[in-house]
């Protein structure tokens, strides 16, 4: 029974090292934000860009046409044209950068959370882990005790013993009769 307990107290001992070992060396893990490599498309304000230059083309051929007058008439027109379209290509860039900008933002804010759940549930279960180890070591340290105590009383009782009498947890030990030079009383055993 004492063995057991000083082998449970040590393997308590060192189970309780090994995860508070594995608590210090935690890491925490890297997570990737998923929308960080997101590159923003200037396909659709290229595609603007290239109907404003033809726009504003056509619109000056015909101008030259009505003389210089015309001409003169038409270039306020046609530069107010040309700066809608490219004021609508970069409102269309600047709602792709918002847009990433936020999807980054909300996937930053998801990263965190489960990189704290990820972390938390280690250590809680480090924590348990170390936890039980305790109870171990107190359970084994009890045992040791509780096994000190039964020989203490057992070695106390010794004295109070009657001759035939046992006391010891293993029955009665052979006893040497000087009479027959035996080692061994046979009579307690058969009557």
Do not use: C, H
Request: aromatic residues 6%; charged residues 25%; glycine residues 10%.
């Amino acid at each position: 029974m004492a063995a057991a307990s000083i082998g449970q107290t040590i393997s308590g001992i060192s189970g309780k090292k090994k995860a508070q070992r594995e608590l210090d060396n935690l890491e925490v893990p890297e997570l990737e934000n998923a929308f960080k490599d997101i590159e923003i498309s200037t396909m659709g304000s290229d595609l603007m860009r290239e109907e404003s230059s033809r726009t504003n083309a056509s619109l000056v051929d015909a101008a030259r046409y009505g003389g210089t007058r015309g001409l003169l008439g038409a270039m306020p027109k046609i530069a107010g044209l040309n700066n809608k379209s490219n004021a609508e290509a970069r409102k269309y860039l600047d709602d792709q950068v918002i847009d990433r900008e936020y999807a980054m933002a909300n996937d930053e804010t998801r990263i965190r959370r489960l990189e704290e759940n990820r972390y938390l549930g280690e250590v809680q279960g480090l924590g348990q882990a170390i936890q039980s180890n305790k109870q171990d070591i107190w359970s084994g340290v009890r045992g040791i005790a509780s096994s000190g105590a039964y020989l203490g009383r057992n070695m106390e009782s010794s004295p109070n013993t009657q001759p035939g009498e046992s006391d010891s947890m293993f029955g009665e030990l052979p006893t040497f009769n000087p009479n027959n030079a035996s080692l061994y009383n046979f009579n307690n055993d058969i009557g």
